[in-house]
């Protein structure tokens, strides 16, 4: 059992910033991609950043330059550091994370976080 728990997400005025982590507990046995994603209401959930096991990173183009993704291995944790926020980054944001789990040695599953709650004022 592999379980991604989120926090971070928050109510803040444009202009702010909102650090968000997500961290993943149980039979871990390695963990390759981790991402976040987001999803506003009316909209399909879309990539906002992908870092892949070496810290390779992969950035949505309407974030780049603002948000900051990074991971501790160690900790099993992904963080996404966001600034500059704006209306417009308001959405539900989700943690992602590609598993490799001791009961499922030879295989990769996906998980996801529950989601966090992003909204931005103007």
């Known amino acids: 059992q592999v379980q991604l728990v989120e926090s971070g997400g928050g109510l803040v005025q444009a202009g702010g910033s909102l650090r968000l982590s997500c961290a993943a507990a149980?039979?871990?046995?390695?963990?390759?991609?981790m991402a976040w994603y987001r999803q506003a209401p009316g909209k399909q959930r879309e990539l906002v950043a992908r870092?892949?096991?070496?810290?390779?990173?992969n950035y949505a183009d309407s974030v780049k330059g603002r948000f900051t993704i990074s991971r501790d291995n160690a900790k099993n944790t992904v963080y996404l550091e966001m600034i500059t926020l704006k209306p417009e980054d308001t959405a539900a944001y989700y943690c992602?994370?590609?598993?490799?789990?001791?009961?499922?040695?030879?295989?990769?599953?996906?998980?996801w976080g529950q989601g966090t709650q992003v909204t931005v004022s103007s």
């Open positions: 149980g039979s871990i046995a390695r963990i390759y991609d």
């Open positions: 870092i892949d096991e070496g810290g390779s990173t």
């Open positions: 992602n994370a590609q598993v490799r789990s001791w009961q499922t040695r030879n295989q990769v599953f996906y998980y």
